[in-house]
């Protein structure tokens, strides 16, 4: 009885199973759902089933560690798969539209601020020069009735009232320039909030309770101060805008450091793009607004907080729109 059996494969030639082919570009042809090789003519569906099965056993058992590790890891991309990009750079992903949507705005407003911080102290150092000019005239003139001299107290009288008139003026004039260094939507909520600082208008508030010297200096003094309402929203308005500006900037640094590198770039312009659209949109906003009320026979001037505080709300809720429209702008193609 022999009982030699014949040589089945070997664990060099099974370590190659499958043979390698050559990569093929271009749609691939269905698998095989058996995993095996093709079948052969006048083999049975069981036979072939159990050929498969038990290469299948003899490979797996042939691998070597490396070589186990090796397939379990994710398939690397071959040469037949585009490269990222597609001749368009990527564009970096929408993100949150409540982060840093409004830090141009926010921006913006902290300018308004810093002029509003230097209209204040440019009027308060030419009221405080101006009071003590008439502090000595009102000197000077008493002590010319003491010696029995009217007229010469007359005159200097007359030289209070002018520099109370230039007071006003020059802070007229500072207030004027003052609102063209600001946006255009602090400058509307600044002409929304004017009063009227007419000299008539002064002598007809101020003369009921003061005269003569007494009115042109209260007159001068209070061309140094600004109206409660502008006061009371100068302050809300830099607290707000310092707000703004902290978390648009730590919302856009955020952002970019969580890109993937080849993205930051697209970030960083998206964040740019956004911060300009938000400045548009509180101007668009803060100027809308401002026509409405001026429609509506609002807003006029007074120095009205609720006025102020109306046009400063339509500007943020403006500014918000805006940039969010603006991120959409970033062109790039979507991602997949």
């Not at 036979?47 to 398939?75: D, F, G, H, W, Y």
């Not at 000077?140 to 007359?154: I, K």
């Not at 007359?158 to 109370?164: G, K, L, M």
Request: proline share 7%.
């Amino acid at each position: 009885m022999n009982t030699s059996r014949t040589a089945g494969p070997t664990r060099s030639s099974l370590a190659s199973y499958p043979p390698e082919e050559p990569l093929v570009c271009g749609p691939t042809p269905p698998a095989d759902r058996s995993g095996g090789s093709p079948p052969t003519k006048g083999t049975t569906k069981i036979e072939r089933v159990a050929s498969n099965l038990s290469a299948r056993m003899l490979q797996k058992r042939a691998e070597t560690p490396e070589q186990t590790l090796q397939s379990i890891q994710p398939r690397e991309k071959n040469s037949c798969e585009p490269e990222e990009g597609g001749g368009l750079s990527p564009r970096p992903p929408k993100g949150d539209p409540w982060k840093s949507p409004t830090l141009g705005s926010g921006v913006q407003s902290g300018w308004d601020a810093v002029q509003r911080a230097e209209y204040k102290r440019l009027i308060a150092e030419q009221a405080t020069r101006r009071v003590a000019q008439i502090d000595a005239l009102q000197r000077g003139a008493a002590l010319a009735l003491r010696e029995n001299r009217p007229q010469d107290a007359a005159v200097l009288l007359d030289e209070a009232r002018q520099i109370a008139q230039e007071a006003n003026a020059e802070r007229n004039r500072i207030r004027s320039a003052i609102q063209q260094r600001m946006s255009p939507a602090g400058r509307a909520s600044s002409k929304a909030m004017e009063a009227d600082r007419s000299w008539a208008t002064l002598v007809q508030k101020y003369g009921k309770d003061h005269k003569g010297f007494e009115l042109y200096r209260t007159i001068a003094q209070k061309s140094g101060t600004s109206s409660p309402g502008a006061t009371q929203f100068a302050a809300v308005g830099g607290v707000l805008a310092a707000g703004a500006v902290v978390k648009g900037v730590v919302d856009a640094t955020q952002e970019v450091q969580a890109a993937p590198p080849e993205k930051k770039p697209g970030v960083v312009i998206q964040q740019g793009v956004q911060m300009a659209g938000s400045a548009v949109g509180a101007n668009l906003g803060a100027m809308a607004a401002r026509g409405a009320l001026l429609a509506l026979g609002v807003g006029t001037g007074g120095g009205s907080l609720a006025v102020g505080a109306a046009i400063a709300g339509v500007s943020a809720l403006g500014g918000w729109v805006g940039g969010v429209l603006a991120r959409e702008l970033v062109p790039g193609k979507e991602e997949p």
